[in-house]
């Protein structure tokens, strides 16, 4: 049984039983003759099927916001915002799905072969609670377009809404075995991914959960994507805009309460702007308004569990040890919930342990630098290569930092985010393989050369 937790109150909202040995296996027979019938439709009954679904999550935009906002404690206003960007997701891939699918024809010494973009089978996704719908969007759209059917196994705590998105895939009239999920636990996953009737296997996680999947996958010779966890860098310079770069600063470290893969992390500000930039990044954390994420006012809710903010706080205490001075909040308040205050470190060690690691919560990490080259390599100096957010005017430090931060993604004078056009994904311990774009559709789909001799 998952027993759902709102974060704000500490209630039980919700029940929701466990998928059974049986359930599973009822589950995968569907997969596989849901993906016999799918995989022969054309294009545009796809594409008008992602309409569908777009439409289904716009008339219930609100309910399924609210659902987010009580399982795992994002704000009401975020919310909404993230069942728009599923729509948006759903009808990007309704739109570009002719052209993604195109074939290509190439000319070959004996004739020409065109090159066909084909479907492989169910696809299973293991998905994070942070974003609980556009995580998942981003795998179930291009798989629906792909001619694949999907199955989810979603977080413990987001069940619920792990269970409104097939509620929105039926009432859209998706076929049976089109897209299911899958309400069980992570000893299960294994099985699931040996099944021979499950042709891949895509996970958005931590980097330890990631191992384990793409071990899993690895034995069963299946194509995995993983997107792992990030410890961004945000490089402020000399000619930046100072005022638009706090700001942002502000925004990325404390939306969704900092449990953001792409959240920017570290602040890496140069020292000829450094204490300007200190003084105003860390009046901009303290006046985060924080309360009831139902209330439209609210910037920034409780974290997603008090496990969650328990964690956070123990880095921070860690990160003190290692010689960090705590120059506001990174504290519990002390209330029913899993609240505590944005917090900013300053002097952390770059080489102690806590500052390799990620911080899954509203704290930052502010450090000096020279110049240049020195951003560049305390940048690069940790496991992850995800994504980064650089600001500067200077057209030769843009090209700079755009080759040279190990990176999956680079923002330049702008808050990093996913949009459904442009490829996400990152390299080192980030994972690998690309979502989102023709990109991440092209990730499992077979990609077949037919061969002619005229």
């Given at each position: ?191 699931i991914i040996a099944d021979k009737r499950v ?56 939306q969704n309460a900092g449990q953001s893969c ?8 140069h020292a000829d702007v450094y204490d300007a ?178």
């Amino acid at each position: 049984m998952f027993e759902l937790i709102n974060p704000a109150t500490g209630e039980t909202v919700d029940r929701i039983a466990e998928l059974d040995d049986a359930g599973i296996e009822a589950a995968l027979a569907r997969a596989a003759a849901g993906y016999k019938a799918w995989r022969e439709t054309s294009i545009e009954t796809r594409t008008a099927l992602l309409t569908k679904i777009a439409d289904a999550w716009e008339a219930n935009k609100q309910h399924l916001a609210e659902r987010a906002v009580r399982e795992m404690g994002k704000t009401i206003t975020s919310a909404i915002a993230e069942v728009e960007k599923c729509i948006s997701g759903f009808r990007h891939y309704a739109e570009h799905g002719p052209a993604y699918l195109a074939p290509t024809m190439v000319q070959t010494p004996t004739g020409h072969a065109v090159a066909r973009w084909l479907p492989l089978g169910p696809v299973l996704a293991v998905m994070p609670w942070n974003f609980p719908y556009w995580q998942a969007v981003r795998f179930l759209a291009p798989t629906i377009l792909a001619g694949n059917v999907a199955l989810l196994k979603h977080a413990s705590s987001v069940q619920g809404c792990a269970a409104a998105m097939e509620e929105m895939a039926r009432a859209a009239g998706a076929p049976e075995g089109l897209f299911q999920n899958l309400a069980i636990k992570s000893d299960k996953v294994d099985a699931i991914i040996a099944d021979k009737r499950v042709v891949a296997v895509t996970l958005t996680g931590s980097e330890g959960a990631g191992a384990k999947v793409a071990e899993a996958a690895g034995r069963a010779l299946k194509k995995v994507v993983l997107e792992l966890g990030g410890s961004d860098p945000f490089i402020v310079m000399p000619s930046a805009d100072l005022d638009a770069a706090v700001k942002t600063a502000v925004t990325a470290r404390v939306q969704n309460a900092g449990q953001s893969c792409i959240c920017s992390k570290r602040m890496i500000v140069h020292a000829d702007v450094y204490d300007a930039f200190l003084e105003k990044f860390v009046a901009g954390m303290e006046a985060v308004a924080i309360g009831d994420p139902m209330e439209e006012a609210t910037v920034m809710g409780p974290l997603s569990s008090m496990q969650q903010r328990d964690t956070v706080l123990a880095q921070v205490a860690k990160a003190q040890a290692a010689g960090a001075k705590l120059l506001t909040g990174g504290t519990k308040i002390e209330r029913e919930g899993a609240w505590m205050t944005p917090g900013v470190l300053a002097d952390l060690d770059p080489e102690s342990d806590v500052a390799k690691e990620e911080i899954f919560g509203p704290v930052a990490a502010v450090y000096k630098v020279a110049d240049i080259d020195a951003a560049i390599a305390l940048a690069n100096d940790v496991p992850y290569g995800l994504g980064s957010s650089v600001w500067t005017q200077d057209e030769a430090e843009i090209e700079r930092f755009a080759r040279d931060i190990e990176a999956g993604m680079t923002a330049v004078n702008t808050l990093l985010a996913s949009v459904p056009a442009a490829p996400f994904g990152g390299i080192k311990l980030s994972g690998h393989g690309r979502e989102l774009g023709p990109w991440g559709l092209h990730e499992f789909m077979n990609l077949k050369a037919v061969m002619f001799a005229n």
